[in-house]
């Protein structure tokens, strides 16, 4: 059995000056306001920097493909000291933003609402709150727990004064207002 990394070469440095300034290149972004909560601290008021274009689609990318991405971190400019923070995309617990932001700065134009359910969820900590989910779900299924268990990890609740992204992994509990209706038939199939 050989060691790992037998006769590994590193990098030699020593030709680098030690005083060449090095200049970060500058990526242009969209700032959208927010508040959002991460484990383990009082909320933090700014804006997340989302991308003018979006990796996925024509237009800029929405907070909600940013916080459904394979990110670890993502960019958040608090606001009074203008600090950029990396919050672990997995401890932000809610993300709240004001209803007047622009719709596709929230989720993509191309997110198709098939349905809207009024539920109460409670949080880890606690915290209870209501809403409007709007579900884009395939014909076949039509439970808000059929998307709940969609692998996205966020998902808007739209409340009167405001939007909420919640992370499913911070729910403790979601209850509907009245049943889901039955799955839609699908037309023209044989049902032996």
């Known amino acids: ?81 203008d600090v950029v923070m990396l919050l ?5 617990e809610w993300v709240e933003i004001d209803h007047d932001i622009d719709p596709t700065w929230v989720r993509p134009r191309s997110y198709v609402d098939s349905r809207e359910e009024q539920v109460h969820v409670q ?23 059929d998307f709940l268990n969609l692998p996205e990890d966020f998902f808007v609740l739209i409340r009167p004064r405001s939007i909420l992204l919640l992370n499913k992994a911070r729910l403790a509990s979601a209850r509907l207002f009245e049943s889901s209706p039955r799955p839609l038939k699908r037309t023209g199939t044989d049902s032996r």
């Open 1 to 81: 059995m050989q060691p790992l990394n037998v006769g590994r070469r590193w990098a030699d440095n020593s030709a680098m000056s030690r005083n060449e300034a090095v200049v970060p290149s500058y990526i242009e972004k969209l700032l959208v306001p927010a508040t959002v909560a991460v484990s383990g601290s009082e909320p933090y008021v700014g804006a997340f920097a989302l991308c003018v274009h979006s990796p996925h689609r024509a237009g800029p990318e929405s907070l909600l493909e940013l916080l459904n991405s394979a990110a670890r971190v993502v960019p958040f400019v608090r606001s009074g000291d």
């Open 123 to 145: 949080l880890l900590d606690g915290r209870r709150l209501e809403g409007k989910v709007t579900l884009d779900l395939p014909e076949h299924l039509n439970r808000i727990s």
């Open 88 to 92: 672990a995309r997995q401890a932000i």
